[in-house]
């Protein structure tokens, strides 16, 4: 008997040195990226922006090449931590650059392309994308390097190395990766890393065009700490405008553009317009919505969709248009987002916030709550199937935001469907 718990013992003391040498590989893998990293230009656009011009700007999260139609996501209540295959993610990469060749924008920022990941079956996206539009001038930034994450045990979702990927039709002087603010404690482990990117691209006045590329966090607490992110990035784009340049910047904001979503949610909290800074503003489609809600297969019947994605620009650049290309989610949870603009010889008149109502937003303003409280659920019964420490803080998050909502409907009587603004 003395000899079995003596081998039992050494068992657990095993055991527990794995567990705490796993602990620290992670803790020491979590060194963020410094900041104001200078980035390498692929050069070979060689013209220069032009006032007065009509251009076009295209802003698309791939997903990592993940998510087909018919893909869930785990971290949102889904099945999946991996991409079905290397097949799948070569399929989806190769649709959805065909699509951008398709459209043809003066401009494409893309977020969450992965370049060594094992979610993505180690398909180099920056490669296939980059080869692909070789006339374009492009700069590349990693958006995170995360340590091989053991999770979820049945699949793990392993090592990530994901960036944003900015492509151009007019020659870049420079580009620098700035640093995002991140939340501390157990959330570094759903958010190891942000940042955006400003690429610098000269005009013939002697003016830059700084396009900004961004990719905001999603898996927060409270939603607080993309707030702070933006208010950063809000703040740079002001400081440019002020020096005479003009600012540009688009991707995934992970908040609610278009205000149409009940704000009892982190991850899908409003916008906050009242840090828009005098002469930047907001624009967001009207068309469709940019985002789905990846619990579940794509069913255009029930899923909970919005928009997160769409763009900023400085006083002196004049929107023309602003839409979501609508693919139907066919090879990513988000839509491309488009926008025409023209560079201004003057300011215009600073609107603040500029974006209408998504289109069937009434139609959905019923079920908006209902569909967010089960998504919750969802969630939250994954969350304790495979409970572990590494989700304890969105299993808090998830119980966090139903409270919310019941309480909303306790003391106000009604469910908490936010207002559209025209």
Not at 11 to 25: D, E, Q, R, T
Not at 69 to 81: L, R, V
Not at 292 to 305: G, K, L, S
């Amino acid at each position: 008997m003395r000899k079995f718990f003596i081998g039992l013992g050494a068992l657990v003391g095993a055991l527990l040195i794995l567990i705490l040498a796993y602990a620290a590989y992670v803790l020491l893998g979590m060194d963020r990226i410094a900041d104001n990293q200078a980035l390498e230009i692929a050069q070979t656009a060689t013209d220069a922006p032009q006032l007065g011009r009509e251009y076009s700007l295209l802003s698309w999260n791939l997903g990592f090449g993940a998510y087909s139609d018919d893909f869930s996501f785990f971290m949102d209540g889904g099945e999946h931590a991996r991409a079905f295959s290397q097949e799948a993610v070569e399929e989806n990469t190769a649709a959805m650059i065909a699509r951008i060749d398709e459209i043809n924008p003066d401009f494409a920022l893309l977020q969450e392309v992965d370049v060594d990941s094992d979610r993505s079956w180690h398909v180099d996206q920056r490669a296939m994308i980059a080869g692909s539009f070789a006339q374009m001038s492009s700069c590349f930034a990693v958006n995170y390097d995360s340590p091989y994450l053991f999770y979820p045990f049945n699949e793990p979702i392993g090592r990530s190395l994901s960036g944003i990927l900015t492509l151009s039709g007019a020659r870049m002087e420079s580009a620098l990766r700035r640093s995002l603010p991140l939340e501390g404690g157990l959330n570094r482990l759903t958010d190891l890393d942000r940042c955006y990117t400003v690429s610098r691209l000269p005009l013939e006045n002697g003016a830059e065009l700084c396009l900004y590329n961004l990719h905001l966090s999603a898996y927060t607490s409270d939603g607080s700490i993309s707030t702070e992110q933006a208010r950063l990035l809000l703040a740079d784009m002001a400081a440019e405008y002020a020096a005479g340049n003009y600012a540009l910047a688009a991707g995934d904001f992970n908040k609610d553009l278009l205000g149409a979503v009940a704000n009892e949610y982190s991850w899908a909290q409003p916008f906050p317009v009242e840090l828009l800074p005098e002469g930047i503003s907001l624009y967001a489609p009207e068309n469709a919505p940019s985002c789905r809600y990846a619990c579940e297969p794509y069913d255009p019947q029930t899923a909970f969709v919005l928009t997160l994605d769409g763009f900023l620009a400085s006083a002196n650049i004049e929107v023309l248009s602003c839409e979501t290309v609508d693919e139907q989610f066919a090879h990513s949870d988000h839509n491309p987002v488009l926008l025409r603009f023209r560079l201004l010889a003057e300011a215009k008149e600073n609107h603040g916030l500029r974006y209408a109502r998504m289109l069937g937003i009434a139609n959905m303003r019923e079920q908006c709550f209902l569909t967010a409280a089960v998504q919750n659920i969802k969630r939250l019964v994954a969350s304790l199937r495979r409970a572990s420490l590494y989700l304890i803080p969105c299993i808090y998050t998830q119980m966090q935001g139903f409270v919310n909502g019941l309480q909303h409907i306790i003391k106000c009587g009604s469910l908490p469907f936010g207002k559209s603004s025209d």
